[in-house]
């Protein structure tokens, strides 16, 4: 019996070009002994289409664009994601949604595909919302005590009636240099550094036209180095990976754009500095109840402080993005991911009924 996937990529996020090169990749991994494909592409208008059957890997990522006229209707979504092929009646055994950003990476579709109590690859709604909102997933960590650097976090309404006060907290509390951030979002979006006033003022306005409610962080002078980790109830970690930006901090331009990041796997760190990083992955992993996979990222100071940066639920998932790469190194190759995930998937889902 062949597994039906289908996958979900596209959406209207900043992410979208990325998700279809990941849905491409992923076609090219599936062994077509073992599943049958289905996709579901999501416009950049945020229509949700659905194509035919695939049969094996495709040369473009064009042919995965399908057109507007065959969109699915909001209200027909369910029906849709309870047949796998036109003619039959059958629902698809699991979805891995490839996609990055709000209404994707967020926990809406997770919700979505809950409520129509179908498997999919990946967090749930919990730690898809968690992982998504800098500000929460920062609260957690604390409680768990969490190494991470300092914050404060205002929304639009505050900072609207009392400028000059949010400003002055924001200095009392983190001072310079600081990263001003949207809290809900990723792929570097509407982040920036500021080392005066002038320019906490302009970061701020920046930030809050992607979101009500803003991070300031302390900002620190350190090696980026990402983990991957894999699993349920009892996560695994990849070895490890530098990031090196060549810019000087790792923006959107340098993650999608100029394609001169450097990733250096495994990373040249001690066997300390690793052991500690996995303990804190893991941790981090279960205070948000993590499940399937996140990429875990640190910052590491030159005097061997280790800070929790952030954890990415759908991390970045072409062959060629860290996630992959790291787990590559640490001997599963791309296919073997995937059925991976597609198995803890199938095994979180039996765990909620
Ligand atoms: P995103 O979710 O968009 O990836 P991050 O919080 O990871 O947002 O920030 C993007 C990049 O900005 C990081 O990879 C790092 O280069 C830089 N950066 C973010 N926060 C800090 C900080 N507190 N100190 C130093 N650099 C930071
Ligand atoms: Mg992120
Ligand atoms: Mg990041």
Same mark, same amino acid.
Not at 60 to 69: A, H, M, Q
Not at 103 to 106: H, R, T
């Given at each position: 019996m062949k597994t039906k996937l289908c996958l979900l990529y596209g959406g209207k996020s900043a992410e979208h070009k990325v998700s279809l090169q990941t849905a491409k990749a992923v076609i090219g991994a599936l062994d077509a002994d073992k599943f049958d494909v289905f996709p579901i592409y999501i416009s950049t208008e945020g229509e949700w289409i659905k194509g035919p059957q695939l049969q094996g890997p495709v040369e473009?990522?064009?042919?995965?664009?399908?057109?507007? $006229?065959e969109a699915i209707a909001p209200n027909a979504l369910s029906t849709t994601l309870s047949t796998? *092929? !036109?003619?039959? !009646?059958e629902s698809y055994d699991v979805i891995f949604p490839l996609l990055h950003g709000p *209404? $994707?990476? /967020?926990g809406t579709v997770q919700g979505m595909l809950d409520l129509l109590n179908l498997p999919y690859v990946g967090n749930g709604v919990l730690s898809s919302a968690a992982g998504m909102d800098k500000v929460i997933m920062k609260n957690l960590f604390a409680q768990a005590g969490i190494p991470q650097v300092d914050y404060v976090w205002f929304t639009r309404r505050t900072w609207e009636k009392e400028e000059d006060q949010a400003y002055e907290i924001a200095e009392k509390e983190i001072g310079y240099p600081c990263f001003v951030k949207p809290a809900n979002l990723g792929s570097s979006v509407g982040i920036s550094k500021c080392t005066n006033r002038e320019e906490l003022a302009v970061a701020f306005k920046e930030a809050f036209q992607f979101d009500r409610k803003i991070i300031i962080e302390q900002g620190v002078k350190a090696r980026e180095i990402e983990l991957g980790v894999l699993g349920n109830d009892d996560p695994q970690c990849s070895v490890a990976g530098e990031i090196v930006p060549k810019k000087d901090f790792y923006d959107y331009k340098a993650k999608y754009? /100029? $394609?001169?990041?450097a990733l250096i796997i495994p990373a040249e760190i001690s066997e300390g500095i690793y052991e500690k990083m996995k303990e804190i992955a893991i941790d981090s992993f279960k205070a948000l109840d993590c499940s399937g996979l996140v990429r875990a990222d640190f910052f590491l100071t030159e005097d061997g402080q280790i800070y929790m940066n952030e954890v990415n639920t759908? @991390?970045?998932?072409? @062959?060629? !993005?860290?996630f992959p790469l790291l787990w590559k190194h640490t001997g599963v190759e791309y296919p073997q991911l995937i059925e991976k995930l597609v198995t803890l998937a199938l095994e979180r889902h039996e765990d909620k009924q």
């Open positions: 473009d990522i064009k042919v995965l664009e399908y057109k507007e $006229g796998a *092929n !036109s003619t039959g !009646s *209404n $994707g990476e /967020d754009e /100029d $394609g001169d990041t759908m @991390p970045g998932f072409t @062959p060629f !993005s860290m």
